[in-house]
């Protein structure tokens, strides 16, 4: 299996905290990709990297933000969460390779009361 | 932008065989990844397609047409362990943007 490792697991907090999720690996992946995933909508890319300081948007990338300052660690941060930001959270990595497989982290339930 | 199209909800007979459809466009293309993801838990990788034609790889195969911006994969001899929700995504160009499709649920009826 690949080491990506997510923290934390499960989450609970009040809307308007600042809440930040890490997505740590040791495969020295390039890209590494945060998704949101509610129910009805499949998985929502919020941004990704594809280096050390490179990043992007995604799909739904409003309210978020990310910094990835070193190869292992890409974090996600919510400034100020909102109920509509209660979701399972998956970070995933994948190798510069053409046909390098994606690999997921085993995901963050996040609850904003 | 980009759009992929699934269909929502798939019913199937254990023994039998399913298709599962997607179509998309995107912006670049360097290929499409296929996943399989059981309730509560992450998504687990399938196939991978960057040429056209089928990949074979057991009970599971996988279809590209790129002109057509299609894809479809085949469940063969259902289990009732497939019962999952498969998820469709091409990878666009440039710096390999990952968007998945809504993802097909399957159940599979005794």
């Known amino acids: 299996d690949a080491g990506i490792t997510q923290s934390p697991r499960h989450k609970v907090t009040e809307t308007g905290t600042p809440v930040t999720l890490r997505c740590h690996q040791t495969e020295n992946h390039r890209y590494m990709y945060w998704y949101r995933q509610d129910p009805g909508h499949g998985l929502r890319l919020i941004h990704y990297s594809y280096g050390v300081k490179d990043t992007d948007k995604g799909e739904v990338s409003d309210g978020y933000s990310v910094s990835r300052s070193k190869t292992e660690d890409f974090l996600l941060t919510l400034e100020s969460a909102t109920s509509s930001q209660t979701s399972v959270y998956f970070c995933a990595i994948r190798g510069q390779g053409l046909n390098e497989k994606l690999f997921f982290g085993s995901g963050t339930q996040l609850s904003v009361l | 932008g980009q759009n992929i199209d699934q269909p929502t909800e798939m019913t199937a007979t254990e023994g039998a065989i399913v298709q599962i459809n997607c179509t998309y466009q995107t912006s670049g293309f360097n290929g499409l990844f296929w996943y399989q993801q059981h309730a509560g838990e992450a998504p687990t990788f399938l196939s991978y397609n960057v040429l056209d034609g089928l990949e074979e790889k057991g009970r599971f195969s996988s279809f590209l047409s790129r002109s057509k911006g299609y894809s479809y994969l085949l469940l063969k001899e259902l289990q009732m362990k497939d019962s999952a929700s498969y998820l469709c995504?091409?990878?666009?160009?440039?710096?390999?943007?990952?968007?998945f499709g809504a993802g097909t649920r399957l159940a599979v009826h005794p």
């Open positions: 995504a091409p990878i666009s160009g440039g710096y390999n943007k990952l968007i």
